[in-house]
């Protein structure tokens, strides 16, 4: 009689599947590069949120975080376009079955230089969707020149100093009607994953900015980009966790008026607790104030920055009928000859 060998079973979620099932290829970026993590964490989150990866859509543009949705959802649908236009396809292939979840990831470069202009017609529309930008302040693939979001007056041994205002890619989402926009720090990994946990769950564009520091090219101790200034400057806005719509809301042991609750769309929770400062993230004003305060102040403020979970998405802007647009026969996009007659009497 000899002993069976004892296996392990990976632990699964509540649609049956494992963790490994949401990965994706091996990476290829640098070793310790902020993007890893960030993917690792996208992972996690689509896991415990019992997300289907294949009723998940990945886009993305040109650059190292262009690179990220290679490593993360494996049997997902993706697709990797051109410089700057990943927001137009994600808007083209949204339309085309509006119950498919969308994931966007993008850079500083992607975002804030060639598609600035998508970017800000994504945001202003509404459009629902994940949009993940992995910022660097630099431009990885071309040898580390700086990006639109680099410091002004920060110094690269072979690229010279940067003479320009950085863009705030929260501030430019939040000005243009984005409905969620939130700031993290690669190094945080735990704020990252409730963080895109409420952002997939959001009827809405979710923008989040993610520091993500560039090893290679710009992991100055004095860029905010860097992880040593990250780990020592940033300045959580709250607690943050998110609570599934299935679990009980458990809140205990705090103080009276220290806990914020936002209801999501699908019935989930942000819960915040406040720190050091009254700050309400549903008020647009504050949170221009505030993004503000944190530029004059070299403050690297992370967390949720605004959210409007009632504000209309562009999918509520149009009379769409349930059944996927990209799944409509011939017949039934045909106008009725009754529909052409109303039409064409309207013209006389």
Not at 280 to 301: C, G, I, K
Request: proline share 5%; net charge negative; with cysteine.
């Amino acid at each position: 009689m000899t002993d069976t060998p004892l296996t392990s079973v990976s632990p699964t979620n509540l649609i049956g599947l494992t963790r490994a099932d949401y990965k994706g290829a091996v990476s290829t970026l640098c070793q310790g590069c902020g993007h890893n993590s960030i993917a690792n964490q996208i992972i996690a989150a689509c896991y415990e949120l019992n997300i289907k990866p294949e009723k998940t859509m990945k886009f993305s543009g040109i650059g190292c975080s262009s690179k990220s949705p290679t490593y993360f959802l494996g049997h997902s649908f993706g697709f990797n376009g051109l410089h700057g236009r990943m927001p137009s396809l994600a808007q083209g292939a949204g339309f085309g079955d509006t119950s498919m979840r969308i994931i966007g990831v993008s850079g500083d470069g992607d975002t804030a230089s060639i598609g600035f202009g998508q970017f800000k017609h994504l945001s202003r529309r509404n459009f629902p969707m994940t949009y993940i930008v992995e910022n660097n302040g630099v431009y990885g693939l071309t040898k580390g020149q700086f990006s639109a979001t680099a410091e002004r007056g920060k110094t690269l041994k072979k690229q010279g100093t940067s003479r320009y205002l950085p863009v705030d890619i929260c501030m430019e989402a939040l000005i243009s009607n984005a409905s969620f926009v939130a700031r993290s720090f690669a190094g945080d990994p735990r704020q990252v994953k409730d963080l895109i946990k409420a952002a997939l769950s959001h009827r809405g564009l979710s923008v989040l900015d993610i520091i993500s520091p560039c090893v290679t090219f710009y992991n100055l101790d004095t860029s905010l980009h860097s992880y040593s200034w990250g780990k020592d400057h940033e300045s959580h806005l709250h607690e943050l966790s998110f609570v599934p719509p299935r679990e009980e809301i458990m809140i205990e042991d705090f103080e009276e008026n220290t806990i914020r609750e936002i209801e999501l769309h699908d019935g989930s929770t942000i819960v915040l607790k406040k720190l050091d400062v009254e700050y309400d993230p549903t008020n647009r004003w504050d949170a221009m104030h505030m993004l503000e305060e944190a530029y004059l102040n070299d403050w690297l403020v992370t967390g949720l920055i605004y959210v409007d979970p009632d504000q209309p998405s562009m999918y509520d802007l149009y009379n769409l009928v349930d059944k996927p647009l990209n799944r409509l026969t011939e017949k039934e996009l045909r106008p009725s000859e009754e529909a052409l007659n109303k039409i064409n009497a309207r013209m006389f």
